[in-house]
């Protein structure tokens, strides 16, 4: 007898307002994600729910007044620019609060038995945002806005983060924490420049920021070396009650702004691999910039959610074994964790 699994999908077409057409990060995005859901075969076991707006006073409780009022004044006119990649359009400061409230949401569903897993379709995305600053695309923080807040409520959060480009915004505001393990593979040397093998962590947080700088042309045979010795075994001796998934699929080798060679089932293939740890997993969308492969990078991660895998034709072959990050972050880790 097969386990019906409910996974909740969190959307809302406000999210469309925030966008420049012009600019990488905008509302296709998700319009493309949305078509290839409705393609697939476990398109009806999905559950869709609006976001909630995320309450100020836990919005000021991860980020600074003066980076909150900045978004909340360019936001009252629109059409302004944080900085030369970052837009911020009219009513952003409403519209990124629904994208943090809409994963927190899905966090507290799972966590809770309503659902067993989950997407956060959200923008804009959310892991450069430091604790004061907007950055690299985005306004708030949203997966470290939500596990700031279960932390608080005696959880242990485990942040993935497979985006192409460093979650310099995450790690920086649980660097000194030892309830948030933050993990990232990475493209490096690349934007923001920061994920270096020694970014451990500080004070009680050392060992908990365990970061896997990659050359390009690296892949999915480093990536699973880096899974199997070093992230899962230090994942199952942290013991999170739940997995946060940084969902970037700029690291498809085929991504315009990426430099990492996976496939669209590798992402599949990521979610299975932690679902060993903890099945209680929330994914919310960070980067990922081909319209033509980002819904089916997708796809794979809810097919497997939902426990319907699919297959995608999608082959590519890494050049660059990376065999010396593996090796220096093993030895690196051996410090803190019995892997």
């Known amino acids: 007898m097969s386990i019906l699994v409910q996974t909740e999908i969190v959307y809302s077409k406000i999210f469309d307002k925030h966008t420049y057409i012009e600019h990488p990060e905008n ?48 936001s009252e006119t629109g059409n302004g620019w944080i900085d030369a990649d970052t837009y911020v359009c009219k009513d952003d400061y409403i519209t990124a609060r629904l994208a943090a409230g809409g994963l927190l949401q899905l966090c507290r569903d799972v966590l809770h038995g309503d659902a067993d897993n989950g997407v956060a379709l959200i923008r804009p995305p959310g892991h450069h945002a430091t604790k004061y600053r907007s950055m690299g695309f985005c306004l708030f923080n949203n997966a470290a806005i939500s ?70 042309g690296s892949g999915e045979n480093t990536i699973n070396r880096l899974l199997e010795e070093i992230f899962l075994p230090i994942a199952e001796e942290f013991k999170p ?73 999608d082959t590519v072959k890494e050049y660059n074994h990376a065999e010396d990050v593996v090796n220096s972050l093993n030895n690196k880790m051996k410090n803190y964790w019995n892997i």
């Open 27 to 74: 509302a296709e995005r998700t319009k493309v994600m949305l078509e290839e859901l409705r393609r697939q075969p476990f398109f009806k076991k999905l559950v869709f729910k609006e976001p909630m707006l995320l309450p100020e006073n836990i919005l000021y409780s991860v980020h600074s007044d003066a980076m909150i009022q900045e978004v909340k004044r360019l």
């Open 241 to 313: 009650d739940i997995v946060i998934v940084s969902s970037g699929f700029d690291s498809h080798h085929l991504d315009p702004l990426g430099g990492l060679k996976l496939s669209a089932n590798f992402y599949g293939e990521l979610i299975k691999k932690f679902q060993k740890i903890q099945t209680k997993i929330v994914c919310t969308l960070e980067g990922g910039y081909n319209l033509n492969w980002i819904g089916k990078c997708l796809a794979s991660i809810v097919g497997q959610l939902c426990s319907t895998p699919i297959y995608i034709e």
């Open 147 to 216: 596990a700031h807040v279960l932390m608080e409520q005696g959880n242990r959060v485990l942040i993935f983060d497979h985006d192409v480009h460093h979650g310099n915004g995450t790690q920086d505001i649980f660097y000194d924490n030892d309830k948030v393990l933050y993990q990232s593979f990475h493209l490096f040397p690349h934007y923001p420049g920061t994920g270096s093998i020694d970014e451990i962590g500080l004070d009680k947080g050392e060992g908990y920021t365990v970061n896997a700088p990659l050359p390009h």
